[in-house]
Every structure is written in structure tokens, then in C-alpha cells.
């Protein structure tokens, strides 16, 4: 099992920031993959940015050029820095981390969520 605490959401205006941060515990060992996912009120759960224990990273294209995942490995720790937020990010905010098991079954752990709220 994987542990994953969230922090940094909160309220903003818009074209503020924020940063996200997400320490993951636990059986981290069968984890590559940890990244952000997010969910509007009435919208289906998105990924947001995602990055792979060597760094490879992939973004939606709503973000790009916006956000910026990044990872301590050392820590088990991933980060999302938002900048120029937009009243659209608003959305709970969800940590993944995803790995497989020795059968080769895909494991995904996920956080409890954190609130962003971009004002207009």
C-alpha cells in the first residue's frame, strides 16, 4: 500500500499561483509514475501533469506552458507549481501515484484532494 498526503491548495486570484506538494509512503518501491489529476463540479476526473521516476513528464494541453510538475525522488515527494491561473483550474485536486505489481497489474494509489479556487 501507498500513503499519499496532499497540500497547498487554496483560494487565488486570477493569474496568481500556487504550488501543490504530494509526499507519497508506504510500498513505494513498485511506484514509477505520480502525478496530478483534477475534477471541476460536473466534469469527469483529468490528467493534469504527470512525470516518471527518470522525469519524463506529460501535461494536458490546457496547462502547458502554465504548469510545472516536478519530483524528489529522495523524498518520495512530487510537486505542482500553477502559475497564471485561470478561473477554469478550479477544481479538487488529486494526487496518483501509479506503478505494477509482480503479475503486471497496474496499482494506482490517489490522495484525498485539495481545493483550488481561482477567482476572477
Known amino acids: 500500500q501507498v500513503q499519499l498526503v496532499e497540500s497547498g491548495g487554496g483560494l487565488v486570484q486570477a493569474g496568481g499561483s500556487l504550488r501543490l506538494s504530494c509526499a507519497a509512503s508506504?510500498?513505494?518501491?513498485?511506484?514509477?509514475?505520480m502525478g496530478w489529476y483534477r475534477q471541476a463540479p460536473g466534469k469527469q476526473r483529468e490528467l493534469v501533469a504527470a512525470?516518471?521516476?527518470?522525469?519524463?513528464?506529460n501535461y494536458a494541453d490546457s496547462v502547458k506552458g502554465r504548469f510545472t510538475i516536478s519530483r524528489d525522488n529522495a523524498k518520495n515527494t512530487v510537486f505542482l507549481q500553477m502559475n497564471s491561473l485561470k478561473p477554469e483550474d478550479t477544481a479538487v485536486y488529486y494526487c496518483?501515484?501509479?506503478?505494477?505489481?509482480?503479475?503486471?497489474?497496474?496499482?494506482?494509489?490517489w490522495g484525498q484532494g485539495t481545493q483550488v479556487t481561482v477567482s476572477s
Open positions: 508506504g510500498s513505494i518501491f513498485s511506484i514509477n509514475t
Open positions: 496518483n501515484a501509479r506503478g505494477y505489481d509482480e503479475y503486471g497489474d497496474r496499482l494506482d494509489y
Open positions: 512525470i516518471t521516476l527518470g522525469g519524463m513528464t
